[in-house]
DNA sequence: ACCTGAACACCGTTCAAGT
DNA sequence: ACCTGAACACCGTTCAAGT
């Protein structure tokens, strides 16, 4: 007579994502997301193959939710805005996700991509379609650059880091539009609208 | 009668530090380093509190080279031209050191500053004193984000890699350019030479 | 068909005992 | 005064045995 089943493998995932986020990575260990979904450890293995491949799908659960809160953005100041909310609001998976360290899984592609397709539309409408995938990979190298070092506590020479944010922002953003006076094709040079804190930067 | 010393704490950090290269994070430990330098694992008890000290010692050396490069660069191009290099000769380190995950041990605060000395006197030509400090967290957040990215395989939407850092590296450089004509203060505009491999940017 | 206890190999770390 | 074997607690993972 078969045992009904006692947990999902969705539970364990969210399981692994919560300890990860009040525990820290080395909080994450079987035991402790078995106990948390209602099993032993042992059974974890009926689900997952391993300790990794748990990190790697709570890695690529979060970049759902990520490709999922920057869909529909049209504004680089809104998008990168929500990116540090992001990490923000859960840190250790934002590391995980945009920073692992030597080690850690990396989430596969498809999630990487889906992630990212908001962002290449709004670069390819910045920067036009020739330079859409260096200025959305400028944009992204600084962006998670800067929340990473702020999650990380690496922001302690003082000054404000919030103006810190919105210089490095409004700069990088204007540094990506097209140059339509200089290059050709199609630059697609509609004005946009400006972030909204943009005005307190001075 | 005392026994000799058989290693020393310099080569026990060096010897984690080519393991965590060759063998990444996970392999070092405590018994790896301690077979490489010749003595048994509990041996290193007497010159190292735990494993995490150990991480955060060869963060710290890590760093400590990072500051002796780049110490006396005068062009940000080849500042983080520089930063890029360290990141390609030994990228598990460059990761524990710039982008360390989740958990991960951090270097202390006095070897961060040394590293960003040179860092901080250029953005302050280049930028102004008044946004010197926004003006190398940008720059500092745009290539440690980028080569993370690199070392990570994250580069995965096809394109030349190289261009893209060329791209980022001369928009966020020029971005971060003080706007002589706006601004008040000293912005010390001296003309100053440009990057060796720029002109290839197109 | 899923769950579990027991077991294995391997960690980091401690400590009494050696020299 | 440093080094070591033995031991402890705790991992990830496997598997035969339960239901």
């Not at 986020?21 to 997952?48: D, F, H, I, N, W």
């Not at 962006?143 to 070092?149: H, I, L, Y």
């Amino acid at each position: 007579m078969p045992t009904p089943e006692r947990t999902t493998l969705d539970a364990i995932v969210a399981a692994a994502a919560e300890i990860l986020e009040s525990e820290g990575l080395g909080g994450v260990t079987m035991q402790a997301v078995a106990q948390r979904v209602g099993v032993r450890a042992p059974s974890l293995y009926k689900r997952v193959e391993s300790r990794d491949t748990l990190l790697r799908l709570v890695a690529e659960a979060t970049l759902r939710e990520y490709a999922v809160g920057l869909d529909g953005i049209t504004d680089p100041h809104r998008l990168v805005d929500t990116l540090r909310a992001f990490g923000q609001a859960r840190p250790a998976a934002f590391l995980l996700v945009m920073s692992p360290g030597p080690g850690t899984p990396v989430a596969r592609q498809e999630f990487r991509d889906a992630a990212s397709a908001s962002l290449l539309g709004i670069t390819a409408e910045l920067a036009g379609e020739d330079d859409a995938l260096e200025a959305a990979r400028t944009l992204t190298a600084w962006a998670t650059g800067f929340v990473s070092m702020e999650i990380n506590g690496a922001f302690t020479l003082g000054g404000d880091v919030e103006r810190a944010w919105r210089f490095g922002r409004d700069r990088v953003v204007a540094a990506l539009r097209a140059e339509t006076e200089l290059s050709g094709s199609e630059p697609t040079p509609r004005p946009r609208g400006t972030a909204d804190d943009s005005q307190r930067s001075r």
